[in-house]
């Protein structure tokens, strides 16, 4: 790789990606709302305009998409719904036509997608990459992202997409949030417990990124998963143990989490089961397969 332009750089996969990159060597440089300052160059769009600084791509060999609203970060309104879709399929829309009318050197493109493209339920059936799409909101929402991200195959671009799980960071995200209550002695399943939660440690996560830039024969969607699924009964009693915390408290019922974070509660209540046999096929290695030993490097760094 002689240059990699990351979008959506700001958040905790840019961030540690952006790390990665400099640690091997690579030039980095960032594409978001505002110029920052520091010690990565960056370029501006204004993706609701469909206003781009094209000099961004003129010499990146590599884009990591990962620009787009944050799931989580509030309640689904639908002024909130529109807002998450629209952000990711009018930044994905931007690039592709910057790309089609001038000359750049991007071989290949790296998005982000999430396993919420299966939907979620309680179902034992695993997710492979060839399943159908589900059919909430989610589901939705990254179907058609990924065949926005699709469409930038047909400037001969190879296209990958990692379809990401539950990330876990010791610099927020899930991990924090699950982790916070434990910590006070308030923590608790949530639900039936009985959920698959498909997790994944963040710098496992980056090696996928980084692989699917490197490696010319991978092509098409891939599940950003550790090899490990658990329940979140699971979860939440290796977090108390990682933390040497009690875990007394009773689950918590999904008519409470319905009242705190309305319809997101579908996310938290059922999860979903989703394979990592795909990305295993190509030799990538996991540095943390089981999340005894995720927790342990997160939780005590």
């Known amino acids: 790789m002689n240059q990699v332009l990351i979008t959506g750089a700001s958040g905790l996969i840019g961030s540690r990606l952006t790390e990665m990159l400099q640690q091997g060597g690579v030039p980095v440089a960032h594409l978001g709302r505002t110029k920052t300052s520091g010690h990565v160059p960056s370029f501006v769009w204004d993706v609701s305009r469909g206003k781009i600084d094209e000099d961004a791509l003129r010499r990146a060999d590599v884009i990591i998409h990962l620009a787009g609203a944050g799931v989580a970060d509030r309640r689904w309104s639908a002024?909130?719904?529109?807002e998450i879709l629209d952000s990711r399929l009018q930044s994905t829309q931007l690039l592709y036509h910057a790309l089609e009318r001038q000359k750049y050197q991007a071989k290949v493109l790296v998005a982000?997608?999430?396993?919420?493209?299966?939907g979620f339920g309680m179902s034992d059936h695993e997710f492979s990459e060839s399943d159908s799409p589900g059919k909430d909101f989610l589901a939705d929402v990254t179907r058609q992202w990924e065949a926005a991200v699709d469409e930038i195959e047909k400037l001969g671009i190879r296209v990958v997409k990692i379809r990401i799980g539950i990330v876990l960071s010791n610099r927020g995200g899930a991990l924090a949030e699950m982790a916070k209550p434990v910590k006070f002695c308030v923590g608790a399943p949530l639900g039936t417990g009985r959920q698959q939660v498909s997790w994944i440690h963040?710098?496992?996560?980056?090696?996928?990124?980084?692989m699917a830039a490197r490696?010319?024969?991978?092509?098409?969607?891939?599940?950003?998963?550790?090899?490990n699924p658990v329940?979140?009964?699971?979860l939440t009693r290796a977090i108390a143990l990682a933390l040497k915390k009690p875990l007394w408290l009773p689950?918590?019922?999904?008519?409470?989490?319905?009242?705190?974070?309305?319809?997101?509660?579908?996310?938290?209540?059922?999860?979903?089961?989703?394979s990592a046999a795909k990305i295993l096929s190509t030799g990538f290695e996991f540095k943390f397969p089981a999340i005894e030993e995720a927790?342990?490097?997160l939780l005590h760094r």
């Open 295 to 297: 927790l342990k490097d």
């Open 112 to 118: 982000a997608s999430a396993i919420g493209y299966y």
């Open 202 to 210: 963040i710098d496992d996560l980056c090696g996928m990124f980084l």
């Open 231 to 234: 329940s979140n009964r699971m």
């Open 251 to 274: 689950p918590v019922p999904p008519f409470v989490l319905k009242l705190l974070v309305g319809e997101m509660a579908e996310m938290l209540i059922n999860g979903s089961n989703v």
């Open 215 to 227: 490696d010319e024969q991978m092509r098409g969607a891939y599940n950003g998963v550790a090899p």
């Open 79 to 82: 002024a909130r719904k529109k």
